[in-house]
């Protein structure tokens, strides 16, 4: 059974990394009405979450090998600086300091207190409003090269804010770039880019303290943690191409009303005691 758990859990990861609607908050829920009635895991989580951000490496490939190329260019002074990869090499660099200076800060909290559904209940609802407003207010015309240092740590604050479940690591920085002004397709591109060193770095993170300590990789063996990860990468690849063309022509309102609309229903299920927290 828990390797169908697996399957089932690679899906929902594939299908929600990338979606503004958190993944791990649908993992800690989902979990939650499986056969083991568990939750999967900070550990699980970090892990199959490689799978995902593999299909953001595959997508974005061209983007990435250049970002990297002309970072490496610079230096050795072949190329100038203020390049716009090289500057986008440095700002994702920068973006990245705040979720790994914190995870590291708060790694017991985020496996426990973090984890609570009461918690992910009202992550899902506060940072529903907060997207619906940045999407109903931002300016929504500064492109991806007009990205400043001050907001690509900005941006960065807002993905660390991911460790909370409920909140999303796509919500948070998209959130955080239609605040700043910045198109929907912009900060969507930036949010995926900025997410790739913090997954990759937290997921084999967790994989190594698993595979030394496995007390710590929580109820799924290595095996079914392996195949939900590789379920991920095949759907999630799926889903980044759905969502880079379809925030092209809607809004991220859709996601605003399912986050709000999951939040209450686990308030209810809370409540009642039809699940525990």
């Known amino acids: 059974m828990s390797w169908i758990e697996a399957v089932i859990l690679g899906l929902v990861q594939g299908l929600t990394e990338f979606l503004p609607i958190s993944s791990s908050a649908h993992l800690r829920i989902v979990g939650e009405f499986l056969p083991s009635a568990a939750d999967p895991g900070a550990a699980f989580t970090a892990i199959t979450q490689i799978g995902t951000e593999l299909a953001v490496l595959i997508y974005f490939w061209k983007d990435i090998t250049r970002i990297i190329a002309q970072w490496c260019r610079a230096l050795s002074g072949k190329v100038p600086h203020s390049d716009p990869d090289v500057r986008m090499g440095w700002l994702i660099i920068l973006g990245s300091l705040p979720i790994a200076i914190l995870g590291l800060l708060l790694e017991d909290w985020i496996d426990t207190e973090f984890r609570s559904l009461w918690v992910t209940a009202t992550m899902l609802i506060v940072f529903a409003i907060l997207l619906a407003l940045a999407d109903r207010f931002g300016r929504q015309r500064k492109p991806l090269e007009q990205l400043t240092v001050r907001d690509g740590i900005l941006y960065g604050f807002a993905q660390a804010l991911a460790l909370i479940p409920g909140v ?32 990759f770095a937290s997921g084999f993170y967790k994989l190594f303290k698993s595979v030394g300590d496995p007390t710590t990789a929580g109820p799924y063996g290595m095996g079914e943690t392996l195949l939900a990860t590789l ?15 379809f925030i092209t022509q809607n809004s991220f309102m859709p996601f605003v009303w399912y986050r709000i609309a999951l939040g209450l229903g686990l308030y209810v299920m809370l409540g009642t005691g039809l699940i525990s927290a």
């Open 231 to 245: 379920i991920a990468f095949a759907v999630g690849y799926a889903v980044t191409a759905w969502l880079m063309r």
């Open 168 to 199: 999303s690591r796509s919500g948070g920085t998209i959130t955080m770039g239609l605040a700043l002004g910045y198109a929907r397709e912009a900060a969507a591109r930036y949010a995926f880019l900025l997410a790739v060193p913090a997954v």
